[in-house]
């Protein structure tokens, strides 16, 4: 069970806290809840002290002999504040002390999270992005908002991410990872793209991204800017990643492209289609009624992962591909992978035994992460968090 305290500010956005709470709680964790006086104004004290199961005050005058100012910030394991609004982030970063929560604040010495939300000119401003820099470079892990539908018509970067998201960044904050790539952008890529037949039909494969996925939430906890390209990803995307959405081959190619240039690592998690039709149907492909099976002409896509190998900048990041291998007549698994990463020019190859139901839509996988200086590293059966972290193990002993 962890300790962690929830600030909650003054936002519209504070109802998501609630649910926030509930999911901390319902996970065994002990949560103190510290509202800002604006805060109360939204969701009142009953509330938070009927989900967290604790009372709640706002200022430093309350409860004087536990000395709460000091003694919140000093136990806890994690402090958490949402939603961050404008001010918020400004008294944060300029170290002001006018009320419990920025106190504690203060004397956090474990993570804190901070998710912002507010109108989209209010986070563009360029005293909230001097602000958001000042605390990421304290070390705060500051999720940078999503974009949406706002308070009122309204809509763009600001929103809240959803609770969901937001705790699963927290749990993987609490796992007490090394920030080690801190100041990096790192690119990931996840799910299968599509490639269509005609309107209806489309050439696809099985990746469901959740290993991507995982790969970009890893990363967050450990401090990178991370953008995530999710090709046809149902699954929930973690909160704080940038998010670039594509559905076809030549989507993410161009997606991998532009958000690569200013990478330090890039991993290639998603399972491009190897082949797409010459041309695409106008409308859907019909029976014929001889029973004759129509003939779909074929060509190859480009190969995404070689293409970022060859146009490296000066910058030269880091790259790892992934391979779904099965064994057969010609070689093992190992024996085709260690082929396919001396072909592809990376730097790192994790490998899927693909042969037995074993990694496709499962929580858990186990995988060979095989380098360009001819070790191989196995990584034992484990949930797809923790794969992630083993190859971010070996990525940042290559970033420069």
Avoid at 43 to 51: H, R, S
Avoid at 359 to 371: A, C, K, M, Q
Wanted: with cysteine; net charge negative.
């Amino acid at each position: 069970m962890s300790r962690i305290v929830l600030g909650v500010t003054g936002g519209v956005a504070v109802y998501k806290a609630a649910l926030l709470l509930r999911l901390f709680t319902e996970a065994g964790h002990d949560v103190r809840v510290v509202p800002t006086d604006a805060a109360l104004e939204f969701v009142g004290a009953p509330t938070w002290e009927a989900l967290s199961g604790h009372p709640v005050q706002t200022g430093v005058f309350e409860n004087v002999p536990e000395v709460p100012h000091v003694k919140l910030g000093q136990t806890a394991d994690l402090v958490v504040v949402v939603p961050a609004t404008a001010n918020t982030l400004a008294r944060a970063a300029h170290g002001l002390a006018d009320d419990l929560l920025t106190n504690t604040l203060l004397t956090a010495r474990c993570p804190v999270v901070m998710a912002p939300a507010m109108h989209t000119e209010m986070w563009q401003h360029p005293a909230t992005v001097a602000n958001v820099e000042t605390l990421r470079d304290r070390g705060v892990l500051v999720i940078d908002p999503d974009s949406g539908r706002l308070t009122g018509a309204d809509t763009g970067p600001g929103r809240l991410p959803d609770p969901e998201a937001i705790f699963a960044f927290c749990l993987q904050v609490l796992q007490g990872r090394p920030r080690d790539l801190a100041g990096r952008h790192v690119v990931v890529s996840a799910g299968g793209t599509r490639e269509f037949l005609d309107p209806v039909r489309f050439l696809g494969n099985r990746s469901s991204g959740r290993q991507g996925i995982a790969l970009a939430e890893a990363a967050l906890a450990r401090g990178a800017s991370v953008t995530l390209v999710a090709a046809n990803v149902s699954l929930d995307l973690p909160a704080g990643a940038e998010v670039v959405r594509v559905v076809t081959t030549a989507e993410l190619r161009e997606a991998m492209r532009k958000a690569s240039a200013s990478a330090d690592a890039i991993v290639m998690a998603a399972a491009p289609a190897d082949f797409r039709p010459v041309s695409m149907a106008d409308a859907k492909i019909k029976k014929q009624a001889d029973g004759v099976a129509p003939t779909i002409e074929l060509t190859e896509n480009p190969d995404i992962l070689v293409e970022l190998v060859r146009t490296r900048t000066s910058r030269s990041p880091v790259i790892a591909g992934f391979a779904a291998e099965t064994g057969d007549a010609n070689g093992t698994v190992l024996d085709h992978a260690r082929a396919k990463l001396a072909r592809k020019g990376c730097d790192l190859l994790v490998v899927n035994d693909v042969g037995s139901e074993q990694v496709f839509g499962r929580p858990d996988n186990e995988v060979t992460i095989l380098s360009a200086d001819g070790s191989e590293h196995p990584v034992p059966r484990a949930a797809k968090g923790e794969i992630a972290h083993a190859i971010w193990d070996a990525i940042v002993q290559r970033v420069e």
